[in-house]
């Protein structure tokens, strides 16, 4: 049954600051909306290259409002206009002064510091420009060396390199008093926005603002104002610059699973960098669900607590954590996760995991590391245990020696009910593997022992990958031969010897194996071009047995001008004799390919590849491989046109042909996709991509995506934009007509355009994303 959803909200980033957003986006986008609660799929990304492309930064905006360059980056102080007194290192300005220092432009009707500290106190109509940020005020307090400030009566302008591009427009702010950094600004009786009108359209004042770049901006005693009207007022605001979202407000809405819902999370600030998330659900198919998220921070420590539980019909218990901790010994990264009755992903099922990782730096180049990791799951009359503890140690004896020991227990076990009652089966292992190597003058010397040793009852067990042990010299031309030769025909070769499992007697087999490659490049400049590789191995085995293997390859390529050229490819690979040694197998490759691309002028190129299989002229079956032709046409940067299609020589029928367009004019990119199915008589695929189609202050795009077989758009989406200056109003109509929960959901969002901003535009029902195949760009 298909089904319809609408949803309004205005997006602050990834926090909803005002109205609410209504019916949680339906069953369209339901699944990628559970994605996003379980951080699977992140809310905000920036990175969806089908995200419709809106309006951006005003155009409009003054120059003389954007920082500009200082002109100089030259560290040393530079007096360019005003009065100046110097005593030993300590300086006074006075009279309107203006000075360049350390890449900073600065004004100020007086000015005392100290060249040495590189701390400057400017007074009366300062103003302080940057690369980052343009900072004004009565009074600020400024270290040029360290870049800590202290304004008073201050008004600061941010740009996206100072948030490390957490936004895309420059921020605007006022504060009584502000100070910080790069890494954290903090403001006291302020306000912020990203409207550079005298009166802003939008600004959120709050008695203390908190900015840390790439993290997020927090706002306490919050007050959101519109055309210089307080609107709503939040005690406590976060407005995320990460791939995290908070919803500061209730969601309300419906889906299948949940019924008709209003959810609330409300944020309690606590004492210094953590924070505690309550939320409350009201669902009538499911009952009532609460829990906390409790963010906690410190020198040392940095973690995520978060407990949910639903009280009624649907009971279901969470609980995950992310801890990392730092020691005097080392560090400790811990994550836990325990879920029961699961109704987004595992409904009737009980999972829990627990991943651990004990790092310990010794003196030198000496790194141990302890890892855990446990996982288990039950449901009805099946149950499984996975259980692994490892430790790595890694070492280096000066410039030449190095080791590394791994030992890793495994213990993996599944229960289930029988028609006889419980079956249970566990297995376990112990890995062990050591490596060492010697970096001697003429070659690499290593010895490798690698060994799975079964624990318990299981009998009989020979892992195939076991070496017990391998002894081996490597090296190569540069080292062995050096010079004109070793560039010429560059070569690399090695020697062991060791034990290995033999994979079909289940017992030790010896083998001596040596190999050499060789790479002969073709560095000439004329159109002609020949690149050959070959190998030889040959391994003798103590069962008396013995293998050799020949691996050929070459290219030969003639160029014709600078965009035109045939190549010629031959690969030949084949084992002689016989190894009982998994590790040795090799296939057989008897393989001819050739393809030749022409360019006319600057506009047009043609192209054809083929190949013929030797092997298969062997086996009396079709050697000739697939035909494919191709053509691309550019008569300008603008418009690209291709065609591509494949004969199938096993089918004896043209199978299919392929067809991309994109066409782009000013702010309006138009790419169109075809699929052809020769065998079928059908046109499979026919997807359109639309973006930025610009209708004054409204820009429309579109996705569609044209089923041939079932005669019917798979999926249909349509984005209309509408500039708003600083902000823009986006309506979204996602339509999907097969596969997982099919149906339209409609959506209205109010965006900031400071801030980076996914809606989803372009995905289908499970986060895949839509498109032509063209791209969107050239």
């Known amino acids: 049954m298909k089904r319809r959803a609408f949803g309004v909200a205005i997006i602050l980033g990834g926090a909803t600051v005002a109205g609410a957003q209504v019916a949680a986006f339906g069953p369209t986008g339901n699944f990628i909306r559970v994605l996003q609660e379980r951080n699977i799929v992140p809310t905000t990304d920036p990175g969806n290259p089908l995200q419709p492309t809106g309006f951006g930064p005003d155009s409009a905006k003054s120059e003389a409002q954007k920082a500009p360059e200082p002109e100089t980056d030259d560290k040393a102080f ?9 005593s030993g290192d300590d300086v006074h300005l006075g009279s309107g002064t203006e000075f360049r220092f350390r890449g900073y432009h600065v004004f100020a009707d007086s000015a005392d510091g100290n060249l040495s500290t590189k701390i400057f106190s400017l007074q009366g109509d300062v103003k302080i420009i940057g690369k980052d940020a343009i900072v004004t005020g009565e009074r600020v307090v400024f270290d040029f060396d360290k870049k800590l400030f202290h304004a008073f009566n201050s008004k600061e302008q941010l740009n996206p390199s100072l948030v490390k591009g957490a936004f895309v427009e420059p921020l605007y702010s006022h504060a009584r008093e502000s100070y910080g950094s790069a890494d954290e600004q903090e403001t006291l009786y302020g306000g912020i926005t990203s409207c550079d009108l005298l009166k802003p359209h939008y600004e959120i004042d709050a008695d203390n603002i908190i900015i840390r770049p790439g993290k997020r901006a927090i706002f306490r005693k919050a007050r959101i104002k519109l055309f210089g009207r307080t609107i709503i007022k939040i005690p406590y605001l ?7 979202t908070y919803n500061n407000l209730p969601i309300i809405g419906q889906s299948p699973v949940e019924g008709y819902y209003i959810k609330f999370k409300y944020g309690i600030p606590l004492h210094g960098d ?27 420590i940095d973690g995520v607590l978060q407990v949910y539980t639903i009280l009624g019909p649907g009971e279901m218990l969470k609980v995950t954590d992310e801890h990392n901790q730092k020691f005097k010994w080392g560090t400790l990264a811990l994550k836990t996760d325990y879920e029961q009755n699961n109704y987004l992903v595992d409904p009737g099922s009980t999972t829990e995991s627990t991943q651990a990782l004990l790092t310990f730096p010794q003196h030198g180049n000496a790194m141990t590391k302890l890892t855990l990791n446990q996982s288990g799951s039950a449901t009805n009359g099946f149950s499984t245990s996975n259980q692994s503890i490892s430790v790595a140690d890694n070492r280096k004896f000066g410039d030449k020696i190095s080791t590394n020991v791994t030992l890793d227990y495994q213990n993996n076990g599944t229960t289930y009910q029988g028609a006889t009652g419980a079956i249970s089966q566990t297995t376990q292992s112990l890995n062990v593997k050591l490596d060492a190597q010697d970096e001697l003058a003429k070659a690499t010397a290593d010895l490798t022992y690698q060994r799975q ?3 318990g009852t299981t009998q009989a067990f020979l892992g195939s990958s076991d070496e017990t042990p391998v002894a081996t010299l490597t090296s190569d031309a540069r080292r062995l031969v050096g010079g004109e030769f070793a560039q010429n025909w560059p070569f690399k070769t090695s020697l062991s010897i060791g034990e290995f499992a033999d994979q079909f007697g289940g017992s030790q087999i010896t083998r001596d194996m040596f190999d050499f490659g060789f790479t ?48 010629f490819r031959y690969n030949y690979l084949r084992p002689y004799g016989f190894s009982p040694v998994a590790l040795d197998y090799a296939g057989q490759t008897n393989l001819a390919t050739t393809d030749f691309s022409y360019k006319t002028g600057k506009s047009f190129t043609i192209g054809a ?23 691309e046409y550019q008569p300008k940067d603008a418009f690209l046109l291709r065609a591509q299609s494949t004969y199938d020589t ?51 795009s579109a996705v569609l995506n044209y089923n041939g077989y079932t005669q019917q758009f798979d999926s249909q989406q349509y984005s209309l934009t509408y500039d708003l200056h600083c902000a823009e109003a986006v309506f979204t109509v996602m339509s999907q007509n097969s596969g997982f929960q099919p149906g339209t959901t409609y959506q209205f969002f109010i965006r900031l355009k400071a801030l980076p ?22």
Do not use: C
């Not at 590849?609 to 053509?631: C, N």
């Open 78 to 86: 530079q007096l360019v206009s005003g009065h100046s007194s110097q």
């Open 238 to 244: 976060e407005v995320p610059l990460d791939n995290r």
């Open 274 to 300: 953590n924070d505690l998330f309550t939320h409350v659900d009201l669902m009538s198919n499911l009952g009532v669900g609460i829990g906390a998220d409790y963010l906690y921070r410190s020198r040392v």
């Open 453 to 455: 040793i079964p624990i």
């Open 520 to 567: 002969k490049p073709d560095r000439g400049t004329g159109p002609f071009h020949s690149d050959i590789t070959g190998e030889f191995k040959q391994g003798i085995y103590s069962d008396g047995t013995a293998e050799y293997v020949l691996n050929f390859g070459d290219v030969e390529t003639y160029k014709v001008g600078t965009n035109s050229s045939i190549n």
């Open 609 to 631: 590849q083929s190949g013929y299989d030797i092997l298969r002229l062997q086996q009396h079956e079709a050697a000739w491989q697939p035909f494919g032709v191709r053509m």
């Open 650 to 700: 096993f089918q004896e029928a043209w199978s299919n042909v392929r067809l991309d367009m994109s066409y782009k004019a000013g702010t309006t990119f138009l790419s169109v996709g075809s699929y052809y199915d020769g065998i079928a008589h059908t046109w499979s695929n026919v997807n359109l991509f639309l973006d930025g189609l610009k209708m004054g202050r409204t820009k429309l």
């Open 757 to 778: 901003f996914n809606s989803g535009f372009g995905a289908g029902n499970r986060g895949q994303p839509l498109g032509t195949g063209t791209g969107t760009s050239y």
